[in-house]
Structure formats: structure tokens, C-alpha cells
């Protein structure tokens, strides 16, 4: 059962241009998650945003969630060659300890020196 | 830093065998879990565990079982590997109230069976 569904499925932009992905989801959640993925390789943590909140930065990461379309968004200002990686969103609607999620298909982002 | 190791980063078996792909972490988190990765499909979760012993299975167990026999240590067992299992291995660690730093991953076992 797909949670996340990312848009765009690619996206390429010039270094220093900023890049916008999309994630909607389908049943309510307690948080969402962003992580991006260098070429095979393992998954890393970005930003967590909770259901309450509406609005997270950290660094050139900005993510919104509008919870009553369900859907996020993720911002990277200022894009970097380094930022080239694939990103995912994670929701988890577990409610307890588990911290049990289900990601996206995930955005693959080309940022062109 | 965290750190979770996964026993191989690539892996060549043949349909029929018995395979584990072994997962360690180093911070005494208590939830751990197996997914799969795909082209097209993102990560599906195969199983997870949230202490020693437990087990739940994810959204693609089916050909697949776990062992959590100590709190650092989650196993994959492909009881018979067939070539549709073919595919990347990843696996996670999180703390159980840790939501806010996520989950942790390992590098991958990118798995072909021929």
C-alpha cells in the first residue's frame, strides 16, 4: 500500500535555481518525513514535520503540509551540484513506538553544475 | 553518529538457496526494519521489529521471514530465493520514542539471484 506519491517523478535545474517536490498521501498521519538517497546508497533523514505544524525549515530545506489536502511540498533553495540525489517522503500514521513508515516512490533530482 | 551496517553491499545467490542478509546497529534502538527497493516502486517494508523477539510483518512479507535475537542484530531469511527477490536490501533503526530524528539506514545489500 503506496502512501506517498512524489510529483515530479524527475526534475532537473541549473545550480542555484531552486527545486520544489510534491507529496500527497492518503490517510491521516502523525508526521511526514523527507529523505534523500544518493546513488545506491542507503537513506538519510532530512526533516520531520508533525501534523500540527505547518511549516519546517532547516538549513535550505523548507517543507509545508497542508493536512487537509494531504498533501507536502519539499523546497531546496539555492541548489547545489551536491543536492543530486533521489528524495522521498515518509509518512507515519502508527500513532505509537513503532515509528513504522511508508515512503513515497520518490523524486529524482538532477541539479546541472 | 548512528551507525547501521549491513553484512554485504552485494550479493549473488541461486534460485533455491537460503540466503540471510544480516543488519547491526550500534545504538541500542529498539525498533528495526527490512524493505526492499525497487525502480518505480520506492521502499516497501518487508518486516519490522520493535524488541528482541518481535516481529511484525510489513506490506511484502510473503517469501521472506526475520530474526531479532539480540537487540542490535535483525536477519532477513530468504528461505528460497527466486529470482523476483532480486533487488535492493535496505535496512533501518530508529529509537522507540525517536520519531523526530527518524530512521536510521544502512548502505544496502543489493541482492541478484539468478
Known amino acids: 500500500s503506496q502512501q506517498g506519491e512524489e510529483d515530479p517523478q524527475a526534475l532537473s535545474i541549473q545550480e542555484g535555481e531552486n527545486a520544489t517536490m510534491n507529496c500527497s498521501y492518503k490517510t491521516s498521519i502523525n508526521n511526514l518525513q523527507w529523505y534523500r538517497q544518493n546513488s545506491g546508497r542507503g537513506l538519510v533523514h532530512l526533516i520531520l514535520?508533525?501534523?500540527?505544524?505547518r511549516e519546517k525549515h532547516s538549513g535550505r530545506l523548507r517543507v509545508t503540509l497542508d493536512t487537509s489536502k494531504k498533501s507536502s511540498s519539499l523546497l531546496i533553495t539555492a541548489s547545489r551540484a551536491a543536492d543530486t540525489a533521489s528524495y522521498f517522503c515518509a509518512t507515519d500514521a502508527s500513532g505509537g513506538a513503532t515509528n513504522k513508515l511508508i515512503f513515497g516512490t520518490g523524486t529524482l533530482l538532477a541539479v546541472q553544475p | 553518529d548512528v551507525k547501521v551496517t549491513q553484512s554485504s553491499r552485494y550479493l549473488v545467490k541461486r534460485t533455491g538457496e537460503k540466503v540471510f542478509l544480516e543488519c547491526v546497529q550500534d545504538?541500542?534502538?529498539?525498533?528495526m526494519f527490512w524493505y526492499r527497493q525497487d525502480p518505480g516502486l520506492g521502499l516497501r517494508l518487508i518486516y519490522f521489529?520493535?524488541?528482541?523477539?518481535?516481529?511484525e510483518k510489513g506490506d511484502i512479507p510473503e517469501g521472506y521471514s526475520v530474526s531479532r535475537e539480540k537487540k542490535e542484530r535483525f536477519s532477513l531469511i530468504l528461505e528460497s530465493a527466486s529470482t523476483n527477490q532480486t533487488s535492493m536490501y535496505l535496512c533501518a533503526s530508529s529509537l522507540s520514542r525517536g520519531a523526530r530524528m527518524g530512521q536510521f539506514f544502512g548502505p544496502g545489500t543489493r541482492l541478484t539471484v539468478l
Open positions: 514535520i508533525r501534523s500540527n505544524e
Open positions: 521489529s520493535y524488541d528482541v523477539k518481535m516481529k
Open positions: 545504538m541500542d534502538h529498539e525498533n
